[in-house]
Nanobody, 116 residues
Framework: VQLQASGGGLVQPGGSLRLSCAAS????????MGWYRQAPGKQRDLVAA???????TYTDSVKGRFTISRDNAKNTVYLQMNSLKPEDTAVYYC???????????WGQGTQVTVSS
């Protein structure tokens, strides 16, 4: 499975960005797709994820501001980020996990910078 992420950039506090991640390859093995982020000097943490059936999960700090969605026909997952804060600044990584849970795939990171 290959993941191609796009959509990062520089935005002012309170602004919005939309990340996209397109999957290719053995798509039928994939259940959950999601986004993680890693700020300098910190570990990589889950931001949001969505299963093939549409169940979602969010880290507490983004609830009400970020929305994850998935288009199974396009094998693409999206992260709509609104009301961005400086603490959202990080490299965001797309992730896909298999139904068995034994396989994890990562896309290249995309930088999100929230600054005035």
């Amino acid at each position: 499975v290959q993941l191609q992420a796009s959509g990062g950039g520089l935005v002012q506090p309170g602004g919005s960005l939309r990340l996209s991640c397109a999957a290719s390859g053995r798509i039928f093995t994939i259940n959950a797709m999601g986004w993680y982020r890693q700020a300098p000097g910190k570990q990589r943490d889950l931001v949001a994820a969505v299963t093939r059936s549409g169940s979602t999960t969010y880290t507490d700090s983004v609830k009400g501001r970020f929305t994850i969605s998935r288009d199974n026909a396009k094998n693409t997952v999206y992260l709509q980020m609104n009301s961005l804060k400086p603490e959202d600044t990080a490299v965001y990584y797309c992730n896909a996990a298999s139904f068995s849970g034994s396989d994890n795939y990562w896309g290249q990171g995309t930088q999100v910078t929230v600054s005035s």
